[in-house]
Structures are given as structure tokens and as C-alpha cells.
């Protein structure tokens, strides 16, 4: 987050011979400041994406090996289910009797792999129960960005 930041300033300050400097008001002084417009921003998300995108070697290394666990226990039941990456469908029980992780090990690093959006939780409200579906493929990993399942 405080790289997006820091790419934003940057852009904001090469482009500032471009923009006028629009006074603002403090407490006690008058200060100039820049704004950032629209343009500003799509090239600060675009670089964002491109020069921090999401890749594996963010992540912690038992995370990651998780996240590489949970890929492969994936493509082997496409494989047999034949069915395709985005249709599967998976839950904490199926990880821990394919991986035998403890509930504990699971509940940390699932959670940190969904709010990193690697992986997206479903609630079955008939069987009361979580279920993930991957989000990302790691075969793009030396790419550095992630290719989308769907």
C-alpha cells in the first residue's frame, strides 16, 4: 500500500510543471498544493499493476507454499472432475486431509491468501460451511503479475 502511495507522489511530482499550484489553506499558513487528477491516477494504477503486481515472492513462505499446495490439489481434481480451474470449488477439510496442515496452520494462512484476493471464500448456506475458489495461477510467478483463472 505504501509503495501505491509512493508511485502516486512520484507521478504527481513529475507532472507538476504541468499543473498549476493551487493554495490551500492551513491553520496558521498558506500552503501550495498539487493535485492529482484523473490521468494521474490511471497511470499510477497502471504502473502500480505492472511494476508491483502480485506475485509469490510477497508472500510468507508457508503462505506460499499453501497457496502452491492448494494449486496443485486443484489442477489434479480438474483434472479427474474435468472441469475447469474456475468451476472448482474447495473446502477447508478437502486442504487439510490433501496438505495435513492442523485447523490453526489453515485458518492463518487461508485467511491471509483471501485478503491478498488470492483466493475467494463462498458460504454454502445449506451444508453451513466455506468453500474457496482459486483467483490467481502462480505459473506467471517469473512474470512477476498473476493471470486470472476467469
Known sequence: MTQSISLIQAIILLGKEE?????????DRKIDRLELTSKN??????????????????????????????????????????????????TRECI?????????????????????QYLRSHRDKIKREFQYELRHSSKSVTTITFTPYG
Open 19 to 27: 499543473r498549476y499550484k493551487k493554495p490551500a489553506q492551513s491553520v
Open 96 to 116: 487439510r486431509s490433501n496438505t495435513g496442515w492442523s485447523h490453526s496452520q489453515l485458518r492463518l494462512h487461508l485467511n491471509r491468501l483471501e485478503s491478498l
Open 41 to 90: 491516477l490511471a497511470l499510477a494504477k497502471e504502473l502500480t499493476h505492472r511494476v508491483l503486481g502480485r506475485n509469490l515472492t510477497t508472500l510468507p513462505s508457508k503462505t506460499k507454499i499453501l497457496f502452491l499446495l492448494i494449486e496443485k490439489m486443484a489442477e489434479n481434481e480438474c483434472k479427474v472432475r474435468k472441469i475447469e480451474h474456475s468451476a472448482f470449488r474447495f
